[in-house]
């Protein structure tokens, strides 16, 4: 599949009938890179196709009922799943290679709760990104920061390079992509926002070991691009494919 986003006016993607599973994605979505990052980390084949989420194509309700990536449809079944944490534990449990969750339901159940406290991280940094013109969001640089102690003090606890284990598990792949896009804020805030190599040094290793994981690899996008895709989105002038690679 072209890595075109599609829009309104478009035709439904006719896949291979192959058995595949069909990932409905946006290159820049943080939400659908959580499915990529799961997909690719497994090894589970699958097709992708891009969605333009401004100008939505009339076909996208069919596979995702809420208009809105990711959405996994599974061939044979006439379904999709949506939702970035129901698709990734769907495919944790049908495909039982290289499991991301914990065998143990307690340390699983402790690994989604940090997962969803993550939001504590996430609501500031949209806040530094997307309202900068607006006067900046105060307060957000140090709620954001004071939200990552959280995650040092787990990784310290551990004593692992990642929270999965010696290899990255379900926890450290769901809020990877946040942690990716951080890197863009210092185009916004330049030496303002410098994690304290004291402070959080082992979440600044765990960053520096994510980073040559395969499946963070096979989805990075740089911290120049990542801005690029804000900035433009921020003007009303959202550019999906200023990325795509045109056949």
């Known amino acids: 599949m072209s890595n075109v986003h599609l829009a309104k ?3 439904q993607p006719a896949f291979p009938d192959d058995g595949k599973l069909r990932l ?6 943080p939400y659908a890179q959580r499915a990529h990052l799961v997909l690719d980390a497994k090894n589970i084949p699958y097709h992708v196709a891009y969605i333009n989420l401004t100008e939505k194509p009339e076909w996208l309700q069919k596979v995702s009922a809420l208009t809105k990536v990711p959405a996994l449809e599974i061939p044979g079944h006439g379904e999709s799943l949506i939702e970035s944490l129901i698709i990734a534990d769907y495919l944790d449990e049908k495909y039982p290679q290289h499991p991301l969750h914990s065998k143990d339901p307690l340390q699983k159940a402790r690994d989604r709760i940090l997962v969803e406290r993550f939001d504590s991280f996430i609501t500031p940094f949209y806040r530094i990104v997307f309202q900068r013109n607006q006067g900046g969001s105060p307060g957000a640089i140090t709620e954001l920061t004071n939200a990552l102690d959280l995650y040092e003090k787990e990784l310290r606890e551990r ?3 990642f929270f999965g284990g010696q290899r990255p598990g379900m926890l450290d792949y769901m809020i990877w992509p946040w942690c990716e896009r951080s890197d863009s804020m210092k185009f916004i805030l330049g030496d303002k926002y410098e994690l304290d190599k004291v402070r959080f040094s082992e979440l600044l290793k765990w960053k520096d070991e994510m980073q040559k994981d395969k499946a963070v690899k096979e989805n990075y996008i740089s ?4 801005f690029k895709y804000a900035s433009l989105r921020l003007a009303g002038t959202p550019d999906y494919d200023f990325l795509a690679v045109v056949p």
Request: with cysteine; net charge positive; charged share 30%.
């Open 24 to 29: 409905y994605s946006m290159k820049f979505c």
């Open 223 to 226: 911290p120049e691009d990542h």
């Open 159 to 161: 004593k692992t390079k």
């Open 9 to 11: 006016g478009s035709h």
